[in-house]
C-alpha cells in the first residue's frame, strides 16, 4: 500500500485562497509518524585537561646550577627534568629504593 501523498502547499494556498476545500479535507487519516530516536547533542568544545599542580621546591645554589647546567646541554626546561625524573622514580623499583636509602642518610 502507498502512502497517501498530502497535497503541495501551494495547491493548499490557491485552494484556499480560492475558497475551495482545505488541505485537511482532502488528506485521508495518515498513521502518526514513528518517534525518531533524539540526535545526540551537537558535541561541544572538549573538556579542559585537569589543571597542573605546582609544587615549590627549595634547591642550593650549586642544585640549581647543575640542574639548569643539565637542562641547558639536553636542550628542555628544567621543570621536564625534574617530570622525567619523577616518571622514572615511579616506574623503577630499584631507582626509587636508591632514593629512599639516600633521602634517610642525606641532610
Partial sequence: ???????????SLRSAAEGGPSAAAT??????????????????P???????????????HSQHGFLKRFALE???DASKVMRVLLD???SDPELAQRVREAAWTVQ
Avoid: I, W, Y
Fill in 1 to 11: 500500500m502507498s502512502p497517501v501523498r498530502r497535497p503541495s502547499t501551494v495547491s
Fill in 27 to 44: 488528506v485521508v487519516d495518515e498513521p502518526e509518524p514513528q518517534a525518531q530516536p533524539e540526535a545526540a547533542p551537537a558535541p561541544g
Fill in 46 to 60: 572538549p573538556p579542559r585537561p585537569p589543571k597542573p599542580v605546582r609544587f615549590t621546591l627549595d634547591l642550593s
Fill in 74 to 76: 639536553a636542550e628542555v
Fill in 88 to 90: 622514572q622514580l615511579q
